[in-house]
């Protein structure tokens, strides 16, 4: 600011005086000043650029965090890994029965429902528990859209059970991907066999209410073989 008062000063004292040694002595405090605040701009540019990494490194993920994004991206990311087909969920050899499914689970479609799984006995249900905050969780989701699409004509039933405290996270996270699944959230408590401590979790149930398979973690649904073993399944129990 002083620099550009004197310059000022001095270019106001050349246009009256009009000699060309107080021009040129202007013109020379004018650059004076100019070197001054490209030197204050350099340093400043330096340090920006010194802390601008370290910046970042913290301020994107707080930003994440802040707006409730980083389910969504770390979930985009595990996405890929499943692409890659390197998580295709492992298929059960034989239908061996692990538990008996618990058919006094109560469920809540999204619309307001109440229905009960035992409304389901008879057919083969894959039961997946979730939650909107959960990136694996909706890592496998397209995959159990694609798998539901695929083998619902075979009354084979995917019951996709969000474990959210707040049912409206769930059914504003259904509605915003336009998943067209059964998605369903808690009316009652979850019966002890379906109980876990690890999201995901997918139970395959027979017909005869048998289960089959539990799998902790994200996987790959909507490939041949699991289709093929679902379809197997209820052909079984014909």
């Known amino acids: 600011m002083e620099g550009n008062r004197f310059s000022f000063g001095c270019l106001k004292l050349a246009f009256l005086r009009r000699t060309v040694i107080d021009l040129t002595l202007c013109s020379l405090a004018y650059k004076a000043g100019l070197r001054v605040r490209l030197r204050i701009l350099h340093s400043m540019t330096t340090l920006l650029g010194r802390l601008w990494r370290p910046a970042l490194y913290v301020l994107v993920p707080a930003t994440l965090y802040a707006t409730g994004l980083h389910t969504e991206v770390i979930g985009r990311a595990q996405q890929v890994v499943l ?8 298929v059960p050899k034989k239908a061996v029965p692990i538990a008996k499914a618990d058919y006094s689970l109560m469920l809540r479609t999204l619309d307001g429902r109440t229905v009960s ?4 006995r008879g ?6 528990l979730w939650a909107s905050w959960c ?42 991907r336009g998943f067209t699944m059964p998605v ?6 979850l019966p002890q066999v ?31 073989a699991m289709i093929r073993f679902l379809r197997q399944l209820q052909k079984d129990a014909q």
């Open 135 to 176: 990136p694996p969780c909706v890592a496998e989701m397209p995959s159990l859209q694609r798998l539901h699409d695929k083998v619902k004509p075979d009354n084979i039933a995917l019951v996709v059970l969000s474990v959210d405290q707040n049912p409206e996270k769930a059914r504003r996270f259904a509605a915003r």
């Open 194 to 224: 379906f109980d876990t401590q690890v999201l995901p979790t997918t139970f395959i149930i027979a017909p005869n209410g048998d289960i089959i398979d539990r799998h902790e973690g994200m996987g790959d649904y909507d490939n041949a």
């Open 117 to 120: 799984l035992s409304q389901l």
């Open 83 to 90: 692409a890659t087909g390197l998580l295709n969920r492992a």
């Open 123 to 128: 057919k083969v249900i894959l039961l997946n």
């Open 184 to 189: 369903y959230t808690l009316a009652s408590e």
